[in-house]
């Protein structure tokens, strides 16, 4: 009967059937070539049924826009009720990073606490030159690589994905977020000032404001995260000496205070500073009473962890250990809950 495998995948896709948990049943015994036959038939259900509902589960999706088709990788969590509108949170990896990166739950623990919170969270991947999406930046305005340099409509690309993901799960269009790591964060920066219509508040880690302007539709809440030793995305300004080689590639990086310092103009919130975190190694503080009340600026400044993400587990061999004397996703998915566009 194994011998007849490929030949029923071809006709189930065919005929438009779902195969991929029947190829996981009958793919014991089967060659090497034949188990990979199967998996990029599975593949391609997934693919021609890309209008369907998403279930429980990570998936791997494709997202169109301008010529370009990008993969998402998506998580929804289990504890998920279906009937009840859930809250989106974009994850945007850093620059030369992919989806793939970002997903990988030792690296940044986002699915984890995806599972425990019931957010779904989605991994799109940046512009690539590269078989696989490898090697991928953002076009965050003056930052970075390929993806500014080609004038990769992005914001547009991110719309693309929440807008596909609107059609497949429940979401709560008053609860839809957006964080990133470095270009990542950047490009959070930029969602904020050219998106804040779609997004209720943006999160950036080690990535600072990169545009020329921001016009914002409307106050928008945002959390920055920054650690003082950062030799990547200087924390005073500047690149450091271990942004990209090629320096042509990134940009003269605006500071950390002058980043929040334009966010409390826009929102025009109050400079007086209320401190929400003291701990070793860490302090968070928020400008409130903004001009919408449901809008607040928040800066959390650690001392150590150089340019990675505060309370991961790993990182890239040779880069420093990140800090654990603050929980990013702790504190982003708090500063969401508190942020709705209602």
């Keep these: 009967m194994k011998r007849f495998a490929l030949p029923l995948v071809a006709l189930c ?5 779902a195969v991929a948990p029947a190829v996981a049943q009958d793919s014991a015994g089967l060659s090497l070539r034949e188990r990979l036959a199967l998996r990029r038939a599975a593949a391609h259900a997934e693919h021609a049924h890309a209008a ?17 088709t990008r993969q998402v990788v998506v998580h929804v ?3 998920l009720n ?5 809250p989106l949170v974009l994850a945007l990896h850093g620059g030369g990073g992919s989806a793939e990166h970002m997903a990988d739950d030792a690296r940044y623990g986002l699915i984890g606490k995806s599972d425990r919170a019931g957010f779904v969270v989605a991994f799109p991947n940046g512009h690539s030159r590269f078989p696989g999406g490898r090697f991928a930046t953002w076009n965050a305005g003056g930052c970075c690589g390929d993806a500014r340099d080609s004038h990769t409509d992005d914001v547009g690309f991110l719309r ?9 799960l429940n979401l709560d269009a008053n609860r839809i977020y957006a964080t990133g790591m470095s270009n990542g964060g ?10 804040a219509d779609l997004f209720a508040a943006v999160a950036s880690v080690a990535g600072t404001e990169a545009v020329e302007s921001c016009r914002p539709a409307r106050p928008i809440a945002v959390l920055h995260i920054h650690a003082r030793n950062d030799t990547h995305v200087l924390f005073n300004g500047g690149a450091g000496p271990d942004a990209f080689r090629d320096a042509s590639k990134v940009m003269d990086f605006v500071s950390v205070p002058e980043t929040v310092a334009r966010w409390v103009q826009r929102n ?3 400079p007086t500073l209320v401190r929400t975190l003291d701990a070793p190694g860490a302090v968070c503080e928020v400008h409130a009473g903004c001009a919408a009340g449901n809008v607040s600026v928040q800066l959390c400044v650690v001392d150590e962890g150089g340019h990675s993400w505060p309370g991961a587990q790993a990182v890239r061999r040779g880069k420093e250990a990140p800090t654990q004397a603050l929980v990013a996703n702790d504190v982003i998915w708090s500063f969401f809950q508190a942020h709705s566009r209602r």
């Design 186 to 195: 950047m490009m959070a920066h930029r969602l904020a000032c050219e998106a």
């Design 77 to 79: 969590p289990a504890r």
């Design 82 to 86: 279906p009937a009840q509108a859930a």
């Design 52 to 68: 369907g509902p998403l279930a429980a589960g990570t998936h791997t999706i494709e997202v169109a826009h301008q010529g370009q």
């Design 268 to 270: 025009q919130c109050q």
């Design 13 to 17: 896709l065919s005929l438009g059937v």
């Design 160 to 168: 693309a994905v929440v807008a596909q993901l609107n059609a497949r």
